[in-house]
């Protein structure tokens, strides 16, 4: 599942490559639940339309169009949003459609600009969606009511952070952390990571945790998913440059897939346990 980090890999390489351009056709492939919009407002408020500026919302995307509509895509399982045209860009769910011939069979929507060049929405598993719908009215969404603050916004502090988790206190600290009407975007990889970084058994409770060790989480979720930003996501196969690079957080991992493998921060070795529903990935020699 594309993470925070991927979603923001495309938010940034979108604003640097379709600022500016204009959409003037759409295409749909035998999917309508990919692309939920009334024909009468893709012909008013799509076609037309330049494109503004690029935005993220934990792992929403929205695309801001000069007619005060915005496109709101969710990715969810399988998503990948890819750019055809003087140069090639692609990020998501890590599959060979990131390279290959465009359309393929898990096209669900395309975008025509006016300079020739194309946007495809791939999505294998049909989960995902991109909503046309007043800019005004993208605040008013059931998700964005309810998603928790973004952990990396420059506003957000460890007071914040703390003040978030007092509406979990009775479970554990890694079920909190992925719930996100706590904080947005910590997906697995990354509470894992963090709550090793801190030294946290994933498995306390929330009223257990100290201050200081909230301050330290907090510290670490945003050392990791700026990390995981600066090299392109967290996927195995990583293909940000359309040329198959493989740069990845994954690289950099240091408790995520070890299991087996020497702690190196205290050399136990690393334990996979199932908790708060998923694959956990602990060290038993250095946290507490
Ligand atoms: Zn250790």
Redesign the pocket.
């Known amino acids: 599942m594309p993470e925070l980090p991927e979603v923001e890999t495309i938010r940034r390489g979108l604003q640097d490559i379709i600022t500016g351009k204009k959409i003037v056709q759409s295409k749909v492939y035998d999917s309508p639940k990919s692309f939920p919009n009334s024909p009468s407002d893709v012909n008013n408020f799509l076609y037309g339309s330049e494109i503004t500026s690029v935005r993220r919302r934990a792992k929403v995307l929205m695309i801001d169009l000069s007619t005060n509509y915005t496109l709101v895509i969710h990715l969810k399982m399988t998503g990948q949003i890819i750019y055809r045209g003087d140069i090639k860009f692609g990020a998501g769910h890590p599959n060979d459609s990131l390279i290959g011939e465009l359309p393929d069979k898990s096209t669900r929507v395309s975008f025509d600009f006016e300079d020739g060049s194309k946007l495809f929405f791939n999505d294998q598993r049909k989960f995902g969606w991109i909503k046309l719908i007043p800019s005004l009215e993208v605040k008013n969404l059931p998700f964005m009511q309810k998603v928790g603050p973004e952990p990396l916004d420059d506003d957000f502090t460890v007071e914040d952070f703390i003040h978030r988790f007092e509406r979990r206190k009775n479970t554990s600290i890694k079920a909190a952390l992925l719930d996100q009407t706590v904080v947005a975007g910590v997906g697995n990889i990354y509470a894992d990571e963090s709550l090793w970084g801190a030294k946290i058994d994933p498995r306390r409770r929330v009223k257990d945790i100290t201050n200081d060790e909230f301050k330290s989480l907090y510290n670490e979720v945003r050392y990791v998913m700026d990390l995981s930003i600066k090299k392109g996501g967290s996927t195995d196969r990583n293909y940000v440059d359309a040329e198959g690079n493989k740069g990845s957080y994954l690289e950099f991992a240091r408790v995520f897939r070890r299991e087996g493998q020497a702690?190196k921060?205290?050399?136990?070795i690393i334990e996979k346990i199932k908790h708060a529903g998923r694959g956990t990935h602990i060290?038993p020699?250095?946290m507490h």
Do not use: L, P
């Open positions: 702690c921060r205290c050399g136990h060290c020699g250095c």
